[in-house]
C-alpha cells in the first residue's frame, strides 16, 4: 500500500512548484495503477489547508475544488481514507521519542505511524521520514525512486 505525503499530492495541484510535472505524473500513474493507496486524515487537512491559502498559493483552490479533488481520488476503488488503532497515541509518541524531536515531526509522525500499522510504504520527498526506524519511504520525484 502507498501513504502519500500531503507534500507530494500538494505539488501534483501546484503548477508553480518546480516538483509540479514529476509528482503531477506519479500520481496520475498511481491512481491509475490500481495499487491500494490509504490517505490519513492529516494528509486530507494538509492538502486542503495549504491549497486552499490565500497567503501560501497565489492561485488558492476554493474549498469547493479542494473537496472536488480529495473526493475524486476517493471514487478510486483502490485508495481510501486510512484510520489508526486504539495503540496510536502510544506509538506517536514513541516515534516522536525514538526521532529526539517533536514539533514539526509531529504531522510525519503521524502518517508514519498510519504506514507502519497498514505495512505501507510512505511516498514523499521529505526526508525527516528516515527519523522513524521500521519506516519504509519511497521518493518517487527521485529518478530511481530510491528508497
Known amino acids: 500500500m502507498i501513504v502519500p505525503d500531503a507534500n507530494l499530492l500538494i505539488y501534483a495541484y501546484d503548477e508553480r ?6 509528482a503531477k505524473a506519479w500520481w496520475a500513474s498511481t491512481l491509475a495503477d490500481g495499487v491500494p493507496v490509504g ?3 492529516v494528509v486530507i487537512l494538509a492538502f ?3 491549497t486552499t491559502h490565500p ?3 497565489e492561485n488558492p483552490l476554493s474549498v469547493s475544488e479542494a ?14 481514507v486510512l484510520q489508526l ?6 506509538r506517536f509518541f514513541d516515534l516522536l ?3 529526539g524531536s517533536g514539533g514539526n515531526l509531529a504531522t510525519d509522525a503521524v502518517i508514519a505511524l498510519h504506514a507502519m500499522e497498514h ?3 510512505v511516498f514523499s520527498n521529505d526526508r525527516d521520514f528516515d527519523r522513524f526506524s521500521g519506516v519504509r519511504r519511497v521518493n518517487p520525484l527521485d529518478r530511481e525512486g530510491r528508497s
Open 17 to 22: 512548484s518546480a516538483y509540479h510535472r514529476k
Open 85 to 90: 488503532s486504539e495503540r496510536a497515541p502510544e
Open 67 to 80: 473537496r472536488g479533488i480529495v473526493l475524486g481520488w476517493l471514487e478510486y476503488p483502490h485508495v481510501r
Open 55 to 57: 497567503q501560501i498559493c
Open 97 to 99: 521519542e525514538e526521532a
Open 119 to 121: 505495512s505501507a510504504k
Open 48 to 50: 486542503t489547508r495549504l
Open 39 to 41: 490517505i490519513p486524515w
